[in-house]
Nanobody, 124 residues
Framework: QVQLVESGGGLVQAGGSLRLSCAAS????????MGWFRQAPGKEREFVTA????????YYADSVKGRFTISRDNAMNTVYLQMNSLKPEDTAVYYC?????????????????WGPGTQVTVSS
């Protein structure tokens, strides 16, 4: 079992920055990959970024490449999402997820556990 809780969401102006955190508990954190997804109103949940167990490999959706950075601190059981140059189209509920058996994936079905999500709203 893995429990995930996101934090750090909020309201920010376009061009601003936010850092999301996802605290994990349960299974040994360094034993699984992590991902961030987001879901805007009326849209399907979409991949944002993922990171391997050690943090040595990262993957990004084209829409966030160069603006968002994923990182993890295995000693703190936490994964982070640094979001810079935010745009109104980044507005969504952001979810972290645990991939127990893979190396980090863009596929929703690869993830076994999900957090409840945190709202990010970017005003124009």
């Amino acid at each position: 079992q893995v429990q995930l809780v996101e934090s750090g969401g909020g309201l920010v102006q376009a061009g601003g920055s936010l850092r999301l955190s996802c605290a994990a508990s349960g299974r040994t954190f360094s034993s699984y990959a992590m991902g961030w997804f987001r879901q805007a109103p009326g849209k399907e949940r979409e991949f944002v970024t993922a990171i391997s167990r050690s943090g040595g490999n990262t993957y990004y959706a084209d829409s966030v490449k160069g603006r968002f950075t994923i990182s993890r601190d295995n000693a703190m059981n936490t994964v982070y999402l640094q979001m810079n140059s935010l745009k109104p189209e980044d507005t969504a509920v952001y979810y972290c997820a645990a991939d127990l058996y893979g190396l980090g994936s863009a596929r929703l079905s690869s993830y076994n556990y999900w957090g409840p999500g945190t709202q990010v709203t970017v005003s124009s």
